[in-house]
């Protein structure tokens, strides 16, 4: 059986035992989750070679026990400006109701 609790005006939902639960929630997770967001906010900023999600939302993901991060982790590659990385890293954040801390590195590292 789900439960629900309310959090101010948000109201939480965790969903019962099925065995639909886990593709449900990779599904979710693939088409709303952080990997498509951040993607999809990074894919207009130039000069950007490459993108990873890592620390602890990666290891999440992975299936690494702990507690749920308080932000999602990008590691950046390439020569982007960083005021459009920034921007894109706020909008990012602002879907997924997480911060977004970036950490940009040149090709060559």
Do not use: H, K, N
Not at 1 to 8: E, H, I, N, T, Y
Not at 75 to 80: A, K, N, S
Not at 89 to 96: E, K, M, N, V, Y
């Amino acid at each position: 059986m789900a439960s629900s609790r309310r959090l101010g005006s948000t109201r939480l939902v965790s969903a019962a035992d099925s065995p639909l639960t886990g593709p449900l929630t990779e599904l979710l997770v693939r088409s709303f989750g952080p990997r498509q967001v951040v993607a999809e906010e990074l894919a207009p900023v130039q000069r950007i070679e490459a993108a990873y999600l890592f620390g602890s939302w990666a290891a999440r993901y992975e299936g690494e026990p702990g507690r749920a991060p308080a932000d999602i982790d990008v590691l950046v590659i390439g020569d982007p400006d960083r005021d459009e990385l920034d921007e894109a890293a706020q909008r990012a954040g602002g879907r997924l109701a997480r911060e977004v801390s970036v950490t940009v590195r040149s090709p060559i590292w």
